[in-house]
Structures are given as C-alpha cells and as structure tokens.
C-alpha cells in the first residue's frame, strides 16, 4: 500500500469517539439514575426486599442461607495494658480463608458492646491503633472510640500498603476475577465482617454490635451496615458521595446506577442510628457530592423522617473528624436496651 500519513492525522475522529462515549454514559446515567428513584421509592415499606437485591448485587456469599455455625477462630494475646488487652485474631471466614485482625477487649465484668473500627485505603489494624506510632489522617479513631466504654475489633482488609507490609497483591485484578465467579472483593469482606459478628455473638462478653470507619473504611461502614442489621448504629467518615462521581473499580457492580447508590444504601440502615461524616476541604471526595446524596436521603425519608440519620460537614480534610459527640451517641445507642 502506498499511502501514508502522520500518526495524529485521525486524532480527530477518534477524540469525537472518546466525547460520544462520555455522552452515551452521561445519558445513560441520567436515565437510569430516574429509574432507581423509582425503583427505590417504597425503600422503606420493602427494606428486607432491597435488602435482599442490595446483597444480590454486591454478589455470593452474601446470597443464599446465612450460615448457622461459629466460625473457627484463632486468638493470640499481644499486650496487657491498663484496663484493656490487645489480641490478634484470625476467623475462618469461608473454608481456608482467614480474616485477621486486632481486638481491644476491656477488662470488666459482664457484656460490653462491641464496634467495629475500619480502616482506609493503605491501612492496617496497626496503623490505625498507633502500634506503629502516629495514626495519621484516622485522628486517633480507634482508641478515642476504645475510649467510649465499648470492646473494639479492628479487621484487616485486602487494602495495605505494599511499601509497608511486604505481602503483595492487585486488589483490583482480585475484585475482577471474584466477579466473574458470581461474587466481588466487597461482598466477601462483608461476608468476613458478618462471621466476626457471628463468633462475637456467642461470647460472653459481648453485647450490641456498632461500626465506624474512614475512607474505604466509611464505604464497608455504610455498606456492611445496610447488609447486617446486628448493627445498630454506624459513624461513616469521608466517604458518603455518588459513585457516579467516583466510579472506581471495586465500587462498581453491573447495573449498579439503576439499583443502589449511596442515598439508597444509607437508607437501608433505617430505623438504626447513621451518622455520615464529610469534611468541608476533602481533597479525594468533593463534599458537594456528599450534599447531594442526602438531599435524596431527604427526598427518600419523608414518610418516616430523618431523625434516625445525620450528615455532619466538619472543618477538615479526608481525614476522621475530631468531634467526639457522634461517637459518644453511637455508645449510648449500643449501651442502651
């Protein structure tokens, strides 16, 4: 052949190709956002049926009949302190997979509640509890939470950072071949945080279950909350958004624009307490997005109003807020009977 021409010759087409699959997916989410306003509209007189679509949708093992044992643990002591000892834990989640993590366990007499402290993105159960020194962007999170009175288990999900902790792996290539087997990276760490509650449950020296995180940790906040209904009030930080917005891998589910997004999800928490954290200056996730979500919650709730929900815009970064006051509520929500 003898023609030729230079490589950006045909930039042109191809960029209005790039532009008209940006239009076909802005289209699309439009219409389909419409039809999850009117899918979800009787969200709260059929919440056990969204339930049960939420769980479909995330993927197996979360669908199906919830399992009757107790899972095999493992426990081993690593510090006694003043009023409290550290333990690492490992839970036989699914046969041959092992979730570890970190319990704080107060020393007293009696059942406590129990509250589920996660971390972000490049955490640890570590980093989180200052074993490693400083706690970063988490504030102190999980001891000012340890601090309410309550037992805490800090679980360790695949989401470390590499540099850290020389244990590699593609949490992304992991999420894509979970889904094409039926299930997700979500829904498996869901599942791995519902067995802990199982194995909690039957101790005798816990009561009541809550959960708090940032980040990553705010997402498995929302969505386990929405999942289990053993937990009883949740305190989700600098996370609650549109995924339209953030359409990242792992927080991507086939049709998910038509069924659930985070407005939805938050409402499956009803009537238990959620309290959505955002900062005003949150550099990963636009605080506006966070305000447009719950203007939905708000649409969403006027049959059954919003006193059971909160979303608190704090003076702060993409960072666990300073303000004790919603953790000293989700205490008292679970100490109560």
């Known amino acids: 052949m003898q023609y030729r021409e230079e490589k950006g010759f045909a930039n042109t087409p191809k960029q209005l190709y790039v532009e008209g699959l940006e239009g076909l997916i802005h289209r699309r989410q439009a219409e389909l956002g419409e039809a999850r306003r009117a899918r979800t509209a009787d969200i709260f007189e059929h919440a056990e049926a969204h339930r049960a679509a939420f769980r479909k949708m995330l993927g197996w093992p979360l669908v199906g009949e919830a399992p009757r044992d107790i899972p095999n643990v493992k426990c081993e002591l690593l510090a006694d302190e003043e009023g409290y000892t550290v333990s690492r834990m490992s839970i036989e989640v699914l046969p041959g997979l092992w979730m570890t993590g970190l319990l704080f366990k107060h020393k007293c007499e009696g059942k406590l509640p129990l509250v589920i402290v996660q971390h972000g993105g490049s955490g640890t159960p570590e980093l989180i509890s200052g074993v490693w020194g400083g706690t970063g962007n988490y504030n102190d999170m999980l001891h000012r939470v340890l601090r309410q009175g309550v037992h805490v288990f800090a679980p360790q999900l695949l989401l470390?950072?590499?540099?850290?902790?020389?244990?590699?792996?593609?949490?992304?290539?992991?999420?894509?071949?979970?889904?094409?087997?039926?299930?997700?990276?979500?829904?498996?760490?869901?599942?791995?945080?519902?067995?802990?509650?199982?194995?909690?449950?039957?101790?005798?020296?816990?009561?009541?279950?809550?959960?708090?995180?940032?980040?990553?940790?705010?997402?498995?906040?929302?969505?386990?909350?929405?999942?289990?209904?053993?937990?009883?009030?949740?305190v989700s930080c600098s996370f609650f958004n549109t995924r339209d917005a953030y359409p990242w891998p792992d927080w991507t589910w086939q049709d998910a624009a038509a069924l659930y997004d985070d407005a939805e999800v938050a409402c499956l928490a009803y009537p238990r307490r959620l309290c959505l954290e955002i900062g005003t200056r949150d550099e990963l996730f636009a605080a506006k997005g966070g305000e447009s979500s719950f203007a939905r919650v708000r649409e969403l709730c006027k049959t059954v109003g919003t006193d059971w929900i909160e979303l608190i815009e704090f003076d702060g970064k993409h960072e666990f807020c300073h303000d004790d006051r919603p953790l000293e509520r989700l205490a008292a929500d679970l100490k109560g009977e």
């Open 160 to 234: 470390w950072n590499q540099n850290h902790c020389a244990v590699p792996y593609d949490r992304i290539r992991m999420d894509a071949r979970l889904k094409r087997v039926g299930s997700s990276v979500t829904a498996v760490e869901i599942f791995g945080i519902t067995r802990a509650l199982d194995w909690f449950a039957q101790t005798d020296f816990v009561k009541n279950f809550g959960m708090v995180g940032l980040s990553y940790g705010g997402f498995y906040t929302l969505f386990t909350t929405a999942v289990e209904t053993r937990i009883r009030s949740a």
